[in-house]
């Protein structure tokens, strides 16, 4: 079975700062890591691999230094990896970000199934992997929890519901997006980080893309706009319930009755 | 093809622009400002740096869109076997809102199979057209045949904006019809306005795990396409008396393909959803023994509430995740939440900050938690909490 999976490098803590006098983001530019939800996706296509053979391609897209992400995905086991890096993709919202990593995997070659984590913890989305499928125009299946069966043709798998589980026969190909917790990652080998340490990452520029219209990749071919970004807003009106701990109790009883909360 | 052209000329300072932006994108070579491939065309460098240093050029324009073209905002109606999800009504709400500022009509699209009782049903909220797409073929839903339904709803009715909920349906849903029609779509929105002049849909979600505030506009391509969470939303109000066309819609058959066959459903045990409690009582960090989280579930009891907390809880197994509330947990909009030893972590923050009164206690008076707190208890939880107990229970004769 061959196997994409989709990576992303995110910035290492999810506490990121804002200036509270620019608005602006306070960023650790060397503070990085797999988005944590990839790990998961990852570890899917390796037991995959281990029951069904084949091969694991990871594909992630970013500046040069997220070669790293893909080096980690090699110490964990996959076969291959490349990276989708263009100035002109630059700026890309979900749409166009979709768009070049489904041409991206295009340029790589066929593949019986795409995994997805079912968001980064940066964008927050879980947008781009339908997406994906779409322009792929392949199934797909979201919220996976459980993979039952696999056979030559199709994929059992669990789809989380809010009330229900629904099972779903799935042909190939196909992409999923699976769940936090479908199996526990593994960590990274050490073996593996020597044994791949000289192995090779293409890098895909547009001129690699079965369509090189700039129109359609970066900041142009992107639909949604950031008219601005600031900081959120704090609550204004306030009580301070002060005292003792019994005082403060009480005043606070009073104010749950008041407001007929008791 | 639009990109940014740095000016060196109308640059006095170098690294004061290359702080401006934030995402690190830019450096100082050779004396030289450069931009490297991880920009994210925010603009900020545009706009807040130093006039004219950075230039914003828009190489090939598009065909100009004919926006009037596009009228009306349409809801997508989440429902499972016949029942509508609530967030439809909140959805609905604020359809009718946006498109009252147009002028224009308010549409639901309900796709699925038997599904007459919930169309009547949509009848007293207000919607001035109700289009049923009702198939055997719909009962449950696949992504081929739904988003193809969904794309010939859009062609024959051309809705400006679309209103989806972030069921697990609606954020699979969704992106996958934004894709086909090869246009926008904002993930999760808290605050959406429409502005009458452009038509343009003005959305506002937290990005960057809540850090920052991103208002979003889709300027040049319609429909305009937006997922908003359970709860963010004012329901519209259920009226006694009957509004609104239904509007029965047939699809070719050859539409309904899917390569997808659901085999079996098996119904989960009914949760109690920490989303549906009027009253939380939140657990963070600063809860430090199961004695203490037994105490907070006491509590939650005696007010009628759910115990919930933040994440670092759930992942010592002290919660389950579905009691989470954060970005990456579950959005509430109580109408009471108390937070008991929580820092207030912008993530935890974004999931509860619409409830209508919420309480913090935490012993660090600087916590990040009081900001966002109507009421505030400085002090120690473990003396404060049975205190609490013992005086609701007072009050309540008990």
């Known amino acids: 079975m061959n196997i994409l999976v989709c990576i992303k490098q995110v910035p290492g803590s999810s506490e990121v700062k804002v200036d509270p006098d620019t608005g602006l983001l306070i960023r650790d530019g060397d503070n990085v890591k797999m988005n944590p939800y990839d790990l998961f996706a990852l570890e899917t296509a390796l037991r995959l691999k281990k029951e069904k053979g084949g091969e694991i391609t990871v594909l992630s897209m970013g500046p040069q230094a997220a070669k790293a992400v893909i080096e980690e995905a090699f110490a964990m086991g996959a076969d291959h990896g490349a990276l989708l890096s263009d100035r ?141 970004i600031f900081p959120p807003e704090t609550n204004t009106t306030q009580t301070m319930l002060e005292g003792t701990a019994e005082e403060q109790a009480k005043k606070l009883t009073t104010t749950l009755a008041d407001l007929k909360l008791i | 093809m639009a990109r940014l052209k740095v000016h060196q000329d109308k640059i006095d300072d170098p690294e004061a622009l290359v702080a401006v932006c934030p995402f690190g994108s830019m450096s100082v070579k050779d004396g030289n400002v450069v931009i490297d491939d991880s920009c994210r065309m925010c603009l900020n460098c545009v706009n807040t740096g130093p006039k004219g240093a ?190 609104g066309e239904i509007v029965e819609k047939k699809i070719n058959e050859k539409k309904l393909v899917s390569n997808e066959k659901i085999i079996d459903i098996i119904p989960k045990p009914a949760e109690q959803s920490i989303e549906s409690a009027d009253v939380l009582v939140a657990a963070g960090r600063g809860v430090k023994s199961k004695a203490e989280l037994d105490q907070l579930k006491e509590l939650a009891n005696l007010l009628g509430g759910q115990l919930a907390g933040t994440r670092p809880l759930v992942e010592n197994g002290w919660i389950d995740v579905r009691q989470q509330i954060g970005l990456s947990g579950r959005t509430v909009r109580p109408k009471l939440i108390i937070c008991v030893g929580i820092s207030g972590a912008i993530q935890f923050i974004a999931g509860m900050d619409n409830a209508d009164n919420i309480v913090a206690i935490n012993n660090d008076p600087k916590a990040t938690i009081f900001k966002s707190a109507h009421y505030c208890l400085v002090g120690d939880q473990s003396d404060i909490i049975p205190q609490l107990i013992a005086d609701i229970k007072a009050r309540k004769g008990e």
Not at chain 2, 222 to 242: L, S
Request: glycine share 6%; net charge negative; with cysteine.
């Open chain 2, 54 to 243: 950075v230039e914003f050029i828009v190489e090939k324009k598009k065909k100009p869109l004919k926006k009037e073209r596009w009228q009306g905002v349409a809801v997508y109606v989440a429902q499972v076997d016949g029942e509508i999800h609530p967030v439809t009504y909140e959805l609905i709400g604020k359809a009718k809102e946006l498109a009252g500022k147009l002028h224009q009509p308010v549409y639901a699209l309900l796709i699925g199979s038997q599904v007459q009782a919930a169309a009547k049903e949509l009848q007293h909220y207000g919607i001035d057209k109700i289009f049923v797409y009702d198939d055997p073929k719909l009962a449950r839903f696949a992504i081929e045949p739904y988003t193809a339904v969904f794309e010939r709803f859009i062609k024959q009715n051309k809705p400006n904006s679309i209103l989806v909920g972030a069921t697990t349906v609606g954020r699979q849903l969704a992106p996958r019809v934004a894709a086909r029609m090869r246009t926008g779509l904002t993930a999760d929105t808290t605050i959406l306005d429409m502005d009458a002049k452009s038509t343009d849909l003005s959305q506002i979600r937290p990005a960057f795990g809540g850090n920052i505030i991103a208002h979003i506009v889709t300027p040049n391509n319609r429909p305009q396409m937006a997922t908003v969470r359970y709860k963010v939303m004012d329901a519209a109000p259920r009226q006694e008396e009957i509004s």
């Open chain 1, 88 to 228: 002109r993709f630059g700026g890309a919202d979900v749409l166009a970000t979709s768009y070049a990593l489904s041409q991206g995997i295009k340029a790589l070659g066929d593949f019986d199934l795409i995994l997805c984590g079912k968001q980064t913890t940066d964008g927050d989305t879980a947008q781009v992997g339908p997406e994906i499928s779409e322009y792929l125009e392949i199934p797909a299946v979201a919220n996976v929890t459980k993979i039952r069966e696999v056979t030559d043709e199709t994929m059992t798998v669990e789809m989380d519901m809010p009330n229900q589980l629904e099972v779903v026969e799935v042909a190939f190909p196909c992409l999923l997006t699976v769940e936090k917790d479908i199996y526990q990652p593994r960590l990274p080998s050490y073996v593996l980080k020597k044994a791949t340490a000289d192995r090779k990452i293409p890098i895909y520029s547009l001129d690699d893309m079965d369509d090189q219209d700039e129109n359609n990749y970066g900041l142009s071919g992107s639909p949604t706009q950031v008219k601005k």
